[in-house]
């Protein structure tokens, strides 16, 4: 048998490095061990603000590089399915998007396990713990009104605006607002409805992960393993006892947490022989916890880029960065240097909105959801779609001049699987979100593009128009899905497989301590624990989790132990 540590955490993405950082402050007395499959993540190539479009593609080592089994609805395409790899998990390669979300969508998760932890009262709290919010520099601050928040935010974790804005970025907040578009000062304060702009976890022009926020001032009876994958968890059957890695076994006095994430949590249980009985036995795995919901319920929502092709001499957003490896790297070495050049001028702020569908209120796939459902979609804060601008594309090439956005599908219904393709520990797991299988995500698509294409097509943004770079044919319901089918691909924000619950739900897969249902010394802190995806981007959400179970099990052992 390998070494000791009192917990094991599982996975250095937002959730489990906030967890071990909280517990080893909190147990100063107990070793704490932080593992992670991927390395350290640390090539400064990879962390300006501006590179962020890239870093999921460019940086090696960096994603798992999964993908589904082809989806029915999407033109049988195997869609691209990443996952950050690496010290700081998926805050490494994403977009750094901050986004609470709706209030309706936390007191109905509230409602759902049955517990007031997750209210948006007391999440709102919480939140403060976790964030370090910088306001805009003053003549943006028309834009943006965060009130107290400033003020009252403790944590560690940068959220705030770029430094520099784009000439045209103001002027088309404005046009959005001369059109009738309602405006968001603070997308964050629980009421996300209207146009606003985007918060990011960045700070100085630099990318802030999990790791760079959390981890360089980590305890030191906080020890942090990279490079060693967990195969599987070990106990007895009842009790678990430490983890089994690539090289060898490591043990949990108290208990070891999974913090790997909605694909690789379930993967990491099933491996384990916890999950369904049934579908354990067809990959000859024995069954120590016979548990059906482990890897079901995968939820995710889907996104498209719209690309307006604009007059010449208008402000745009250029198409050089991509045109080339060697652009890319002479932005980043002029970056490195100086912080000037493209990735200083482009790429920065970002408008992000969040809208409702009368049309999808009216259809008649809304009057066949749930009672519960339709009145969570109904509440005044439950976006039906997100709109984007300002973002990066590669379906324009110069010298044509381009503005790109790009508009995703809150509340879908569909739900997906997480499977095993065999016993062998290397496969990566078999992924099917079943995306637009439910008519009512067909119904959301179809909306959400119509009225995103009205948008664009608004008198004062489309005043320098051309043309789209790519459109339907026309509106017709057909022809918005066979557009949807062609282009339609996911947001990477997978959640839910290892769901939490009331403890008489058959579907249940952890409590609301995050404890593993029937099997003592074992939790999962990750996005797996969501029974359903809100209506944010879901970094935040990542993190939150992590600072709820830290604080839930930081009570526990002190009432335990008579720590304080």
């Not at 965060?146 to 770029?162: I, L, M, R, T, Y």
Request: proline share 6%; aromatic share 8%.
């Amino acid at each position: 048998m390998g070494d000791a540590y009192d917990f094991i955490i599982v996975g250095a993405g937002p959730a489990g490095c906030l967890l071990a950082c909280r517990l080893a402050s909190a147990f100063k007395s107990d070793q704490i061990l932080l593992i992670e499959a991927g390395g350290e993540n640390k090539a400064t190539q990879h962390q300006g603000f501006g590179d962020r479009n890239f870093t999921l593609a460019t940086a090696p080592g960096y994603n798992w590089g999964y993908k589904t089994v082809p989806q029915e609805h999407l033109g049988q395409r195997e869609v691209d399915y990443s996952r950050g790899k690496g010290l700081g998990g998926s805050t490494a390669i994403n977009f750094c998007v901050w986004t609470r979300g709706p209030s309706a969508d936390y007191d109905r998760w509230a409602q759902i396990v049955d517990d007031d932890t997750w209210s948006w009262a007391n999440v709102e709290e919480r939140y403060k713990k976790i964030e370090k919010i910088t306001q805009p520099s003053k003549e943006y601050q028309r834009y943006v009104d965060f009130g107290e928040k400033v003020s009252s935010a403790q944590g560690e974790v940068d959220v705030g605006f770029p430094k520099k804005w784009d000439p045209e970025f103001g002027n088309y907040l404005d046009d959005t607002q001369y059109d009738g578009y309602p405006r968001a000062l603070d997308i964050n304060s629980g009421n996300p409805i209207g146009l606003g702009v985007v918060q990011s976890s960045a700070a100085n022009g630099t990318r802030v992960t999990a790791a760079t926020a959390l981890l360089s001032g980590a305890p030191k009876n906080l020890t942090v393993l990279t490079g060693q994958g967990v195969v599987k968890v070990i106990g007895d059957g009842s009790k678990i006892q430490g983890v089994a890695t690539e090289s060898g076994t490591i043990l949990a006095k108290k208990e070891v947490v999974l913090s790997a994430g909605a694909l690789d949590t379930p993967k990491i249980l099933l491996l384990s022989g916890v999950g369904s009985k049934s579908e354990l036995e067809k990959v000859d795995i024995p069954c120590i916890r016979d548990l059906p919901g482990i890897g079901k319920n995968l939820h995710d929502r889907l996104f498209m880029e719209l690309v307006t092709v604009r007059k010449p001499g208008t402000p745009h957003r250029t198409s050089y960065l991509p045109s080339s490896p060697q652009n890319l790297d002479e932005a980043r070495q002029q970056w490195a240097q100086d912080e000037t050049g493209p990735f200083s001028e482009f790429f920065l702020p970002q408008m992000i909105g969040y809208l409702k569908s009368k049309a999808l209120v009216e259809s008649e796939e809304f009057k066949k959801l749930a009672p519960d459902v339709q009145a969570a979609l109904q509440d005044k804060t439950s976006p039906h779609f997100e709109l984007f601008s300002h973002i990066l594309s590669a379906s324009v090439a110069s010298p044509e001049q381009y503005l790109a956005g790009a508009v995703s599908f809150m509340s879908l219904q569909s739900s997906g699987t997480v499977n095993l393709r065999s016993k062998d520990p290397s496969d990566p797991p078999l992924v099917d979100p079943k995306f637009l299988e439910d008519a009512f995500d067909k119904r959301v698509a179809i909306e959400a593009v119509r009225e995103a294409f009205q948008f664009l097509n608004s008198p004062s943004l489309s005043k320098d128009h051309v043309r789209f770079a790519a459109e339907p044919e026309s509106f017709s319901d057909e022809d918005v899905m066979a557009f949807v089918g062609k282009a339609a691909t996911s947001m990477w924000h997978m959640c839910g497989t290892v769901a939490m619950g009331k403890p008489d739900s058959p579907d249940t897969c952890v409590d609301t301590e995050f404890r593993v249902i029937g099997l003592e010394g074992l939790r999962v802190v990750d996005m797996s624990i969501l029974p359903f995806l809100p209506s944010a981007h879901t970094q935040a959400l990542a993190y939150l989790i992590g600072q709820t179970a830290a604080e839930k099990m930081i009570a526990e052992y002190s009432g335990l132990d008579g720590r304080q």
